[in-house]
């Protein structure tokens, strides 16, 4: 028996991992004592229009370098310039290492474990070693929205997530996180790269978020009437989890 003591959305699974964008909600953090919590949090919903993301709204559709449409209609000028930048062969796929070079030119650098995670969720179809335009617009976009919420949590603007900012910015997009699981997202993802304060760099963030998203999701799947409890056969238990912490190891 698998028993999980939190909460997390009943709302569609977003595709893949692209998380609601917060609102300005006035209790972001849980409130263990009100008998009207569930299991599954209501993610809220998006922010005002003013509130701009740093990663442009994906806009293709128009002609690339590759002499057709590759891009999604409506891509930002910014992503496929982005994509051309590292894809120098021209072949229209970028690997891992141009992906970490195309998303560590904006505001840090990401670290392989990250770009390996991104590369798994949004993994091409017909070449599971690279992406191509779609693909990456989507990743830009999804990016987009977990820079927000980032942007939003860390209150202190240290630049990083500690342990009550990630309690609150994973229960504002539809996960009450036990507190125990959070000292374990913490204690794995935190990488203090010198720095003398705990807490997640965006990168890991995206990890740890994408991660936990991910693997609610395939929970979510064995407890069609969100209880929050599960019978798992061994077979399935290791079917959840062995992706999240091989396939991009």
């Known amino acids: 028996m698998s028993n999980y003591s939190g909460s997390y959305s009943s709302s569609q699974s977003y595709a893949p991992s692209a998380p609601s964008l917060p609102e300005t909600h006035n209790n972001s953090s849980y409130n263990n004592s009100s008998s009207a919590q569930s299991y599954y949090a209501q993610p809220p919903p998006p922010p005002p229009p003013s509130q701009q993301q740093p990663y442009p709204a994906p806009s293709y559709g128009q002609f690339s370098a590759y002499g057709h449409s590759a891009f999604p209609p409506g891509t930002h ?144 799947e064995k407890d069609p009437r969100y209880t929050g409890s599960a019978t798992l056969t061994y077979e399935s238990f290791m079917s959840i989890v062995i992706p999240f912490i091989v396939s991009y190891d």
């Open 77 to 220: 000028p910014d992503v496929i310039r982005s994509f051309e930048m590292v894809d120098r062969d021209r072949s229209g796929f970028i690997d891992e290492n141009e992906l970490q070079q195309a998303l560590s030119s904006g505001y840090q650098r990401f670290s392989l474990s990250t770009i390996r995670l991104l590369m798994f969720l949004f993994r091409n179809p017909h070449d599971s070693l690279r992406i191509g335009p779609k693909e990456f617009a989507d990743l830009w976009s999804c990016l987009g929205q977990w820079r927000a919420i980032f942007e939003r949590y860390d209150r202190d603007r240290s630049g990083k997530i500690d342990l009550m900012e990630l309690r609150d910015a994973l229960y504002s997009i539809g996960y009450a996180v036990p507190p125990s699981v959070l000292q374990l997202l913490m204690d794995k993802y935190d990488n203090r790269s010198g720095s003398r304060k705990l807490g997640l760099s965006f990168d890991s963030f995206v990890e740890c978020g994408m991660v936990v998203k991910g693997l609610t999701e395939k929970f979510k």
